[in-house]
């Protein structure tokens, strides 16, 4: 049945592209080619007419915009122009244009770029509405626009094609003006505190200043590997060592890292530097930098985002990491003496920690699994652990914590900020360990940067710094439920560029290829049978296993931890299901949302991460070539969600 209609639709919708192109190889014949007109001289946009129609009334005016709507009643017509402000009617009478203009006025299509001119005026039904004395196509829409009922909702398509999102659907296009608005208070705000906006590079021979995975390029002139940077800070700071006291950078970083709802691998960062202040300075400024951009963007400083109110009016609450690690884990840090009594608790609390693991590492692992989720209220954390602050200024009173503080609302992290480090020949001491964590296995450590320990020694003066994720604000700012709704074109996975089609059905027939390709390298022999049915479960215990097909809705990283992925599931009942699974290494988020699954959904509900796992998803384990493959068992999307297997 869905092969018969595809085949019903798919023609209809060439006819019409054919059409098209035919009403553009008339005008040009005609010598009426849109595609020549340079310009067109526009008066005003579509909300200063509504806004002021008082002033407006009976004047002439001029205003270009796209058609989103027409309707053709003998010598008086209507349409529905879209411009950068909205929406406004038109009322096109062909005593009023012209019989030959108005001839050209009927064949124009939904999505086609008109100008123009009349007189401002109210309709009988009390819309503000413009009395065309002229209509001139300005450009020909050779595609078809989406239904106007249903608009553009399929989210892959609305990423991929945003040109033809932010026609169709306002709300994104409200959501991308506003972002450059909160961009805009951004930087009024800092100018007005005295700070100088700067570029540093992007393409840097050693990318410091985060932990994370950089890109790797090669720049042909030099014949040498380059970097694309994680970060803004190091560069930033070489500017404060120069005399600039106070310097900002609103730029693109890159980290090679996964996708999810709240990570994209290139992202907008805002990093300052203030000369002599410090970590509290970054707090003070902090507050003040958020109430002034949510009071001129919103007019407000409470926001509501999915449900939950935050007034960015009230003074941010100020908790150090051991304070709130002991409010809501239970755990009182300042008892723990040693790096065995740490990982014992870790042990007692279900925390998986790696051998290279320190005292502070773990310290952190507390706080990312009991508190992160419960600080929702703006909230600065404070005072965390040397080890994970390799360019941080430490403690006078305890160096095994530093000066330093995260900024957090909704339990995200909103920002970064420390009593930066200027103390060279602890800088390259904490390198030295960066480099050893290095050599540990840990990808994302930094290396060590000869140039900026030779400007420290130069001399750097103390410093605040601080870094913005500006993605993240502009969601919590505009109520964006991903990262992706703030982007105008977020990282996708590529299309089939021969096609350059990305139907569905081509797509699905290359990932069964791919799949058929991936099975024959297999060798079967070594796939392992989990030793707890292989050894201790007969046939009736294995019964009552409750293996159900399960339709995949949602999936993102679980942040923080490299393996986990979280799955929200329809699993056929009135509610949703969440279920965690370790297959980070293997699949990207996004390639996994619409699949059916397989899971065991009559599990007690265990905790990963703070997070309660409701189920198994199943995969299947295999050996090749010495590694170990983990592959997620997918079934067709034609089983329904809920179905159960026997």
Not at 628 to 634: A, F, H, R, Y
Request: charged share 30%; proline share 4%; net charge negative.
């Amino acid at each position: 049945m869905g092969d018969q209609q595809k085949n019903t639709q798919e023609p209809d919708v060439n006819q019409l592209r054919k059409v098209r192109r035919e009403k553009l190889a008339d005008l040009q014949a005609n010598g009426k080619n849109p595609f020549e007109i340079t310009k067109y001289d526009v008066t005003c946009h579509a909300t200063d007419i509504k806004e002021n129609f008082e002033e407006m009334e009976g004047k002439h005016v001029s205003v270009a915009g796209r058609v989103m709507q027409k309707r053709v009643m003998g010598k008086a017509s209507f349409c529905n122009i879209l411009d950068l402000s909205g929406n406004i009617q038109s009322y096109v009478a062909r005593d009023s244009i012209g019989e030959e203009s108005y001839k050209d006025f009927k064949k124009l299509d939904i999505g086609d770029i008109i100008g123009i001119e009349g007189e401002v005026f109210k309709t009988k039904t009390g819309e503000i509405s413009i009395h065309a004395s002229a209509v001139k196509l300005l450009s020909k829409s050779l595609q078809i626009l989406p239904e106007k009922f249903h608009g553009l909702t399929n989210t892959d398509t609305r990423y991929r094609q945003r040109y033809v999102d932010l026609i169709v659907n306002p709300e994104v296009r409200d959501t991308f003006i506003k972002r450059s608005r909160i961009i805009s208070a951004v930087r009024r705000y800092l100018d007005g505190q005295g700070f100088m906006e700067v570029e540093t590079p992007m393409l840097v021979a050693n990318a410091g200043g985060a932990a994370a995975r950089p890109f790797e390029t090669h720049f042909n002139a030099l014949n040498e590997d380059l970097k694309l940077r994680i970060s803004l800070e190091l560069y930033l700071k070489r500017l404060i060592v120069g005399g600039l006291e106070r310097v900002y950078e609103i730029g693109r970083v890159f980290r090679n890292e996964g996708l999810d709802t709240r990570h994209n691998p290139e992202f907008t960062l805002m990093e300052l530097y203030q000369a002599y202040t410090d970590y509290n300075g970054m707090m003070d400024l902090t507050e003040n930098l958020y109430r002034h951009v949510a009071q001129e963007v919103l007019g407000t400083t409470k926001i509501v985002y999915k449900g939950i109110e935050m007034d960015l009016g009230e003074p941010f609450e100020r908790i150090t990491m051991v304070d709130a690690v002991k409010k809501y884990a239970g755990v009182d840090w300042n008892e723990v003496e040693t790096l065995e009594q740490a990982r014992e608790l870790a042990k007692e609390h279900n925390l998986e920690f790696e051998e290279r693991h320190k005292k502070g590492d773990i310290l952190n692992l507390f706080f990312e699994e009991y508190v992160e989720e419960h600080l929702l209220q703006p909230t600065f954390v404070m005072d965390h652990p040397v080890e994970i602050s390799p360019l941080t200024k430490k403690k006078p009173e305890n160096p095994n914590y530093v000066e330093r503080f995260e900024f957090f609302m909704n339990g995200w992290e909103m920002a970064n900020a420390y009593s930066e480090l200027n103390d060279p020949i602890d800088q390259r001491e904490r390198f030295a360990a960066q480099e050893e964590a290095f050599a540990a296995g840990d990808e994302e450590a930094n290396h060590t940067d000869e140039d900026f320990l030779n400007a420290l020694e130069i001399g750097m003066p103390p410093t605040g710094g601080i870094g913005f994720g500006i993605d993240r604000m502009c969601m919590l700012l505009t109520g964006a439920e991903a990262i992706r709704d703030v982007l105008l074109f977020p990282t996708m996975k590529s299309l089939d560029a021969k096609k350059g089609e990305g139907k569905a059905e081509k797509a699905v027939e290359n990932a069964a290829v791919a799949e058929e390709k991936v099975a024959e390298k297999i060798d079967f022999s070594n796939v392992k049978i989990e030793p707890l049915f292989e050894e201790m479960i007969d046939f009736d215990t294995f019964a009552k296993a409750d293996f159900r097909a399960v339709k995949i809705l949602e999936c993102e990283a679980v942040p923080k931890s490299k393996k986990l992925l979280k799955f929200t599931l329809d699993d056929g009942t009135d509610r949703k299901r969440t279920i965690l699974s370790g297959i980070h290494e293997y699949y990207e988020p996004e390639d996994l949302i619409g699949k059916t699954a397989i899971a065991i959904v009559n599990l007690p509900p265990r905790k990963m991460m703070g997070i309660d796992s409701e189920g198994m998803l199943i995969s299947a384990v295999h050996e090749e070539d010495g590694h170990e493959g983990l592959n997620l068992l997918m079934v067709n999307d034609r089983i329904p969600a809920g179905a159960k297997l026997y």
